[in-house]
């Protein structure tokens, strides 16, 4: 049986089960690990025609294994490299990214990467669009073949996507208990060739046949990090018996087509619009599951296979936000329940000058402060107003021609000031609003109600003519902390 490909880009094509390394890290928790061992374990993969490997800066000695395997492979475009860079919150340099790219490009032994994919901690930090423009840059030295990002929700990868960066996927969270990507973003990458890089399609292994009908683990006796993350993902989606009845649907499905429950579970999310490829986590060395991966193939999901598995489905609670939102705020479905596991501090985006005046000041660095003499914020006791702010960002207008981009990335700067200043986007009290041209009134406020929905301040939208024909939007806000 053949494994299916997909074309990301006009040259890249990779194997739609990717192969995920992110258990490396794992593994190295519990034992030292054999690096030459684990690099001849990647061979059979490639044999068996999963070719494609998925990988991270942190993943552990992920990326030294990959690199140990290529330097003995005569023909190096047999083989799909896909990796990850997460660096940690705050500001970077164009030289920070070259360094972090240099060092992977060391790690495994090669002149191109791939597909290497970004991560972002925060968007309220403008810094995350820094890092993808000089990506971007090296892309075009020929250090990178194609970019990626990896948890971005349907708003920044809409910001990335109309500000110019070439990306070619989002990697996210998609299984049968975490829906998430079927909403907006699923729309918004077909309109815009992103394609979907699906993980946790089995959970960490719990919708497998394993746990169908067993009791609920004790979490502390549960082995893996990704068992522990997935945990959480069951009790967000209403606990233990919601995940049995999922668990006896595609049991049920599975047993018709004579295939395993991870078969079935991987297929569903293979036959999304936009998804390019799952990636199924691999304990190199330890545990294989190629033959049953190679089956995935062979299976084809008919209506009622599709209405058993989503009649179960529809039983279970909808995990909150967009995808990625588990990283940047409650509940954060990690292997920790928080992220003390990924980064220890956040740093403010923005400089503060204290003023004798009993007030602090915070500059974003945007010509239009110098040039007109203003802070973006002031703070005084528990008191903060933020000035008129537009999508600048340095020299560049943020967002393009695209009104809601613009709007995303200025509540965006408007957070970054308010973080800066110790409060938060929840304390803003009133927002104030003006379009240049009133036909873009619409996407603005569907974006100030995405974002303000549950805060509610109180608002005003105003036609008005603004700085210059590129700013689409402005917006003030008020805060009490």
């Known amino acids: 049986m053949t494994v299916g490909r997909r074309a990301l880009a006009s040259d890249l094509d990779i194997s739609r089960v990717v192969t995920g390394l992110w258990q490396i890290a794992d593994m190295e928790r519990q034992a030292s690990l054999d690096l030459e061992a684990a690099a001849r374990a990647m061979a059979t993969y490639v044999e068996a025609g999963f070719t494609t490997f998925d990988m991270a800066d942190h993943y552990g000695s992920a990326e030294d294994i990959a690199g140990r395997f290529l330097a003995g492979q005569a023909d190096r475009a047999r083989v799909q490299i896909l990796t990850k860079w997460v660096p940690k919150p705050g500001p970077q340099t164009r030289a920070d990214v070259r360094t972090a790219v240099q060092h992977a490009l060391g790690r495994l032994r090669i002149e191109a990467i791939d597909l290497l994919q970004f991560h972002a901690w925060n968007y309220a930090d403008a810094a995350w669009l820094d890092c993808l423009f000089w990506l971007q840059d090296l892309r075009r030295e020929g250090w990178i073949r194609h970019l990626g990002v990896t948890n971005f929700d349907t708003a920044h990868l809409r910001v990335a996507i109309h500000s110019g960066i070439e990306l070619v996927s989002n990697q996210v969270c998609y299984s049968l208990l975490d829906q998430r990507p ?205 000035s008129g702010t537009t999508a600048t960002h340095g020299e560049r207008v943020i967002g393009g021609s695209d009104a809601a981009a613009q709007t995303h990335f200025v509540i965006d700067k408007i957070e970054g000031a308010l973080q800066s200043l110790g409060a938060r986007l929840d304390q803003v009290v009133r927002t104030r609003v003006y379009v240049g041209d009133l036909s873009h009134w619409d996407a603005v406020a569907r974006v100030h109600g995405d974002r303000f929905r549950d805060i509610q301040p109180a608002n005003t939208l105003v036609q008005a003519g603004l700085v210059g024909p590129a700013y689409l939007v402005e917006m003030e806000a008020d805060a009490e902390v």
């Open 182 to 386: 079927r909403q907006a973003m699923t729309a918004f990458c077909r309109e815009h060739g992103v394609a979907l890089l699906a993980y946790g399609t089995i959970a960490g292994g719990l919708l497998t046949e394993r746990w169908l009908d067993s009791p609920e683990p004790d979490r502390g006796t549960l082995d893996t990090w990704s068992q522990m993350k997935y945990a959480r993902f069951v009790d967000a989606a209403g606990g233990w018996p919601a995940l049995q009845r999922v668990l006896h649907a595609i049991s049920s499905v599975a047993r018709r087509h004579g295939v395993s429950m991870a078969n079935v579970a991987g297929r569903y999310i293979l036959d999304q619009p936009a998804v390019a490829g799952i990636i199924v986590g691999a304990r190199l060395g330890q545990r294989a599951h190629i033959a049953d991966n190679v089956r995935l193939f062979g299976l084809s999901l008919d209506a009622d296979d599709r209405r058993t598995i989503e009649t179960a489905m529809a039983t279970l609670d909808p995990l909150p936000g967009d995808a990625g939102d588990e990283y940047r705020r409650p509940p954060f479905l990690t292997a920790s329940g928080d992220l003390s596991h990924h980064v220890a501090t956040f740093p403010p985006p923005y400089p503060v000058r204290a003023g004798p005046d009993g007030r602090d000041r915070v500059l974003t660095g945007t010509p239009w402060e110098s040039i007109g003499g203003f802070a973006r914020a002031v703070r005084r006791e528990n008191r903060i107003w933020i």
